[in-house]
């Protein structure tokens, strides 16, 4: 009997213990309203973390309607979107939270107990500004000089970029913009000579209501644009490096397990799995010969020691 009860007590302490969520305590995916992306992320988080764990619950709450009691009961909270982001933090809930597509922008914006506390992480849009030179070195090998434009919200980011370039011994053209009547005199001084001008997740520089202007007097200049999602690509950039939404829920679902395992989260890191879109419409009206999206994505992802 006494060993009976011994046996019993080894796995009540056993079960305290878990490693793994229990259907009793979900995942929770906030989002913002029913915006497709957001949708594709959930969708791809859903599927990858219920191939790993089959019994996990995973539970989707509007951002609009999120509160502490609703995350009652939950272990872990992914935030889907900057405005989930910016909710979340501003309840601090005693989960572990992850991040997931926001800029970094609106990363460092947070509160600083949102960034990192409590064991959390967040998965930013910017891709590493070694990553963007290394493939524009790939794509575009005969050009020298890249040109970019810093904000109030992206000198660290502009900063980064400039040195991941003089690296690679290549000719930097930067100019700052304070509010967006300097867009087009800082467009005109980077671009005074044909270069390649580096987008950056930077509202108040690279907007819906600006890109096109910026796209037209880049195209006016002979100069290609890199842009950071494939929605450039189709507006008239020459090539865009970004990370689909699905790669952004997958790499979230890997967080979330290691997090359910016990593991440290990094404070923030940058999209692990990326494409490359090229538009060969724009290619061909500036001259240039590029290599295949798909062999560039490839190409890239070798240069990084991964497996195309």
Not at 41 to 48: D, E, I, K, N, P
Not at 168 to 179: A, K, P, W
Not at 296 to 306: C, D, F, Q
């Amino acid at each position: 009997m006494i060993r009976a009860r011994l046996i019993i007590c080894l796995l009540l302490f056993l079960l305290q213990g878990k490693t793994f969520a229990a259907p009793d305590d979900p995942v929770v995916a906030i989002v913002s309203g029913t915006d497709g992306t957001h949708a594709e992320v959930v969708t791809a988080l859903r599927a990858r973390l219920l191939v790993a764990l089959p019994a996990l619950r995973i539970q989707e709450v509007d951002a609009s309607t999120v509160s502490i009691a609703r995350l009652a009961g939950s272990r872990i909270v992914v935030t889907v979107g900057s405005q989930a982001a910016r909710i979340t933090a501003s309840l601090a809930p005693p989960q572990i939270v992850v991040h997931t597509l926001i800029p970094a922008t609106t990363y460092h914006g947070l509160p600083s107990s949102a960034r990192g506390g409590a064991g959390g992480s967040a998965i930013v849009l910017d891709q590493p500004a070694e990553r963007q030179i290394a493939l524009l070195r790939l794509a575009l090998p005969d050009w020298r000089r890249i040109a970019l434009l810093a904000g109030h919200n992206t000198d660290a980011r502009v900063s980064r970029l400039a040195d991941a370039a003089r690296a690679q011994q290549l000719e930097v053209r930067e100019s700052r913009v304070g509010t967006e009547r300097d867009l087009y005199a800082a467009l005109q001084n980077v671009l005074v000579e044909p270069a390649i001008l580096i987008a950056t997740p930077d509202a108040q520089i690279f907007s819906s209501s600006t890109i096109q202007n910026v796209l037209l007097t880049a195209y006016r200049h002979r100069s290609p644009v890199l842009g950071f999602t494939a929605a450039y690509v189709r507006a008239g950039a020459l090539i865009s490096l970004y990370s689909t939404p699905t790669q952004i829920g997958e790499q979230a679902a890997e967080l979330v397990v290691r997090a359910l395992q016990g593991n440290p989260l990094p404070a923030v890191q940058a999209p692990s799995l990326f494409e490359v879109a090229v538009n060969t419409n724009v290619a061909r009206s500036l001259g240039i010969e590029l290599d295949r999206a798909e062999d560039l994505t490839a190409a890239l992802v070798r240069l990084e020691g991964g497996k195309p």
